[in-house]
């Protein structure tokens, strides 16, 4: 119904950057929140920010001022340019959508990038 799919990931040294692009495909009518989440090596899954169809943006205490979300919604695809990366940044990244699917609503996941910080 709603595929995800991720690309960017990658290895940088700590200080640098990345781009993860996120794009949806599939039969929805429309999507709401566009965002990203991530989980390191024995960590929960965590939400990293989280864009809304009214412009409304959450993020990460952690995240905040570094990393940016943006969305392109003509194209379904979501951003996250991630700055002043930290090692502690390093885990798998996944791309969340909630699309409106007939009569209800469906929360999608992509299959996760890697990304990699070495200190």
């Known amino acids: 119904q709603v595929q995800l799919v991720e690309s960017g990931g990658g290895l940088v040294q700590a200080g640098g950057s990345l781009k993860l692009s996120c794009v949806a495909s599939?039969?929805?009518?429309?999507?709401?929140?566009m965002g990203w989440h991530r989980q390191a090596p024995g960590k929960q899954r965590e939400l990293v920010g989280s864009?809304?169809?009214?412009?409304?943006?959450n993020y990460l205490d952690s995240v905040k001022g570094r990393f940016t979300l943006t969305r392109d919604s003509a194209k379904n695809m979501v951003y996250l340019q991630m700055d002043s990366l930290r090692p502690e940044d390093t885990a798998v990244y996944y791309c969340?959508?909630?699309?409106?699917?007939?009569?209800?609503?469906?929360?999608?996941w992509g299959q996760g990038t890697q990304v990699t910080v070495s200190s």
């Open positions: 969340n959508a909630v699309a409106r699917v007939g009569s209800t609503w469906y929360n999608a």
């Open positions: 599939g039969s929805f009518y429309s999507m709401n929140t």
């Open positions: 864009l809304a169809n009214g412009g409304i943006t």
